[in-house]
């Protein structure tokens, strides 16, 4: 003989898989709707509406407890501003299952279970004390989590399959009003993170932007400074790498180890050599007339090599949305090309 169990159920969708694994394990339960909790008398109609069409469709029995939302709201005095899961949940709990375990006890089940647990929202433990805390020895709190082994995410595909109405709050307004701070600071959440979103593909934007007009100025400038060596433009009168010269450990000039000195003067240095020189062959500037750095940092433009300086820039609109982000309107863009020029090489 299966057992005899009153399930109470607090809406369609949760008791789907649980009538599911109750009958897997040889237990028919008989469906009890006692839920004073609900908000109103509307959301009361629409779950039970929602649990006739599923038992219905399974042949499940249907018990519903009369709608006494004023016998709750006496449980639960005192306890209104509570957190959701707190002393005020503990207490709903059980309300509707000490109805459930009257029900259960005046017509002979072996005892009396709840959906509650098939719910990720609700702790199993808080639930399984609130049972237990309002059996009686005629109908003692049967213990089932029905959480365990995707029971819920079971339930979501059952409710789909028959089309269940699936609410969005667990049930009283305490819990509504949190549920809709919840939506309210998500909403306030989501509207941050997509202006956090805005500003960092305009940052990106605003960046190519910038990356773009450097690199036209860049090659404007090198024209420039390839069109002043080419036709005969006059050496720059000074250059900070020429004037920070040191020669090398040897105290030689244009030697190889000068090339260790490093710092401001590393890159045209090699530039020098590798306009005027095969790689690693000096000779060419050591044998040549006036290719002392020194004489050059002292005579500026007489010395037979040098730098060519051309400059361009660019003005570059801010993007409007990275105005305030940035403080302005427009921003510029802009470079300066040394170009090396040894006689008439460049």
Same mark, same amino acid.
């Given at each position: ?18 009538v599911e694994r109750l009958r897997a394990e040889g237990i028919e339960p008989v469906l009890f709707y006692a839920n004073d909790n609900l908000a109103s008398r509307e959301e009361y109609d629409r779950r039970l509406g ?151 593909? &305009?940052?990106?934007?605003? #960046? ?5 007009? %450097?690199?036209?100025?860049? /090659? @404007?400038?090198? +024209?420039? *400074? ?53 790689? &690693?062959?000096?000779?060419? #500037? ?5 290719? %002392?750095?020194?004489?050059? /940092? @002292?005579?500026? +433009?007489? *010395? ?43």
């Amino acid at each position: 003989m299966s057992q005899r169990l009153l399930l109470h159920a607090c809406c369609g969708p949760c008791s789907t898989s649980c009538v599911e694994r109750l009958r897997a394990e040889g237990i028919e339960p008989v469906l009890f709707y006692a839920n004073d909790n609900l908000a109103s008398r509307e959301e009361y109609d629409r779950r039970l509406g929602a649990l006739r069409m599923f038992a219905e469709a399974e042949g499940v029995e249907v018990r519903a407890k009369p709608y006494d939302h004023d016998a709750w709201r006496e449980a639960v005095r005192g306890m209104e501003a509570e957190p959701e899961g707190g002393r005020r949940c503990s207490a709903c709990f059980r309300h509707s299952l000490a109805a459930a375990a009257a029900e259960a006890g005046r017509d002979g089940f072996d005892g009396f279970s709840t959906t509650l647990t098939v719910s990720p929202h609700k702790r199993t433990a808080q639930v399984f004390e609130a049972g237990h805390a309002v059996e009686t020895p005629a109908a003692p709190f049967r213990e089932h989590d029905f959480k365990k082994r995707g029971g819920f995410l079971r339930s979501v595909v059952l409710a789909a399959r028959y089309g269940l109405y699936r609410q969005s709050f667990c049930g009283c307004e305490h819990s509504l009003r949190a549920s809709e701070d919840r939506r309210g600071q998500a909403v306030v959440e989501l509207t941050i993170a997509l202006f956090c979103i805005l500003l960092l593909v &305009g940052g990106l934007l605003q #960046l190519v932007i910038l990356a773009h007009s %450097d690199t036209e100025t860049m /090659a @404007e400038a090198t +024209a420039r *400074a390839s069109e002043a060596a080419a036709t005969g433009g006059s050496f720059a009168e000074s250059f900070s790498p020429v004037r920070d010269w040191r020669p090398g450990r040897d105290g030689m000039i244009l030697t190889r180890d000068d090339r260790e000195v490093g710092g401001s003067l590393a890159g045209p240095r090699q530039d020098i050599a590798s306009r005027t020189a095969p790689d &690693g062959d000096w000779s060419a #500037l050591d044998a040549a007339d006036r290719t %002392d750095i020194r004489s050059f /940092a @002292e005579n500026g +433009a007489s *010395a037979a090599f040098g730098f060519v300086h051309a400059h361009a820039e660019q003005e570059v609109e801010v993007l409007p949305f990275c105005r305030a982000l940035f403080g302005l309107r427009e921003a510029r863009t802009g470079n300066d090309v040394w170009m090396v020029k040894v006689g008439d090489l460049y």
